[in-house]
Nanobody, 124 residues
Framework: EVQLQASGGGLVQAGGSLRLSCATS????????IGWFRQAPGKGREGVSY???????YYDDSVKGRFTISSDNSKSTVYLQMNSLKPEDTAVYYC??????????????????WGRGTQLTVSS
């Protein structure tokens, strides 16, 4: 069974930093992408970043240069380092996995397994 658990959210001031973690287990395919998504109140879910087994690291334009996705395979954990946070980054953040052959993408509906979200609130 695929399991993902996001953690690390919290309250931070604008300009601050935070790191989200996504603990993973149970992947069935050797080819996959792990993505970070977010959903702000009253808005749709949007792709923030993903990394895939074919070597792709993707960032949405809104976070490019501020967020960094990485992984620690020994811990089966994917991280999202978020710097220079802005109030518009406030959202519930989710991690998810898309399994199968590449290519992968940032569309949330392509990702079949999701973890529970973690809330990030950036105060101005």
């Amino acid at each position: 069974e695929v399991q993902l658990q996001a953690s690390g959210g919290g309250l931070v001031q604008a300009g601050g930093s935070l790191r989200l973690s996504c603990a993973t287990s149970g992947f069935r395919s050797r080819d996959y992408a792990i993505g970070w998504f977010r959903q702000a109140p009253g808005k749709g879910r949007e792709g923030v970043s993903y990394m895939s087994t074919d070597g792709i690291k993707y960032y949405d334009d809104s976070v490019k240069g501020r967020f960094t996705i990485s992984s620690d395979n020994s811990k089966s954990t994917v991280y999202l380092q978020m710097n220079s946070l802005k109030p518009e980054d406030t959202a519930v953040y989710y991690c998810a996995v898309e399994e199968g052959p590449p290519p992968f993408g940032s569309r949330w509906y392509d990702y079949g397994s999701w973890g529970r979200g973690t809330q990030l609130t950036v105060s101005s």
